[in-house]
């Protein structure tokens, strides 16, 4: 099983097109995406269509989840709640209904799925070791795969020691045999570790292996979709800059 995993795509569709092109020339079997199909971006509904049709399995993030009506947006910044109250307007009912239909955490050919962490689905960012830890405690699973947090980066538990982790670059592979890990994508379409082209990971199931892939696309375009849409100047400007 050769597996193309994808978060935090947030309405990016020349990012998420970018990325399925890449994974396409792998010859991969499926496409996972831990969440955040919509968000900051201005082109919901097109990314929604592409991953009703690509995404063996599709989890809910807190941004697709807001965009529904499912949770509140008090807790987000400005520019995301502006964001949610446009994705909603501009999604159609059976997009929206494709969204209410996906969950925050699942499972699927032997990985544990968040789009959080395993303790908070929605909310967690794994960032730190000691996070990690607790993580796996409570998944109880070998492999992990969350988003969120728009950093692509791995941690890792030998038996009887402590969990450790770090970023991860453009070409960085892990061998997942004997160890526990939680492993983190990156954001296709917002990424936040000071490289601006699109991120997302080729796992190899039955080798127990994973490359972290980065993939060039039209940021310009990105950008002037946001401006066009009336969307704040703040959610486009930060994509050339990758924070």
């Known amino acids: 099983m050769l ?16 990325v399925l092109e890449a994974a396409d020339r792998e010859g991969v079997d499926e496409i996972w995406c831990l969440g955040d199909v919509v968000g900051y971006g201005a082109d919901p509904g ?12 599709c989890l809910a993030g807190n941004h697709d989840l807001a965009a529904i009506g499912a949770i509140s947006t008090d807790v987000f910044t400005q520019g995301a709640a502006v964001a949610a109250r446009w994705t909603n307007t501009a999604l159609n009912d059976e997009q929206r ?5 996906l969950a925050p955490s699942g499972s699927h050919a032997g990985a544990a799925l968040y789009h959080g962490s395993p303790r908070d689905p929605v909310w967690e960012y794994v960032l730190s070791a000691l996070a ?4 796996f405690d409570e998944a109880g699973r070998p492999l992990i795969l969350v988003g969120h947090s728009h950093v692509a980066l791995a941690f890792s538990r030998l038996p009887g ?7 991860r ?7 997942l ?38 993939a060039e696309y039209d940021i310009p375009a990105a950008q002037s979709a ?3 849409a009336g969307l704040p100047e703040s959610l486009a400007d930060r994509l050339r800059l990758g924070v």
């Open 3 to 18: 597996a193309a995993v994808l978060s935090d795509i947030h309405a990016n569709v020349q990012a998420l097109e970018a």
């Open 46 to 57: 097109a990314c929604v269509d592409l991953m009703r049709e690509r995404s063996a399995v």
């Open 97 to 101: 209904a494709w969204l209410s239909g």
């Open 132 to 135: 990690a830890e607790m993580c």
């Open 161 to 167: 020691e402590p969990a450790t982790g770090e970023t």
């Open 169 to 175: 670059r453009d070409g960085a592979v892990l061998d």
């Open 177 to 214: 045999k004997g160890a526990e890990w939680i492993l983190n994508p990156g954001s296709v379409g917002q990424p936040r570790d000071n490289d601006p082209r699109a991120a997302w990971m080729l796992l190899d199931m039955s080798a127990g292996r994973c490359e972290y892939r980065r």
């Open 226 to 228: 946001i401006r066009a």
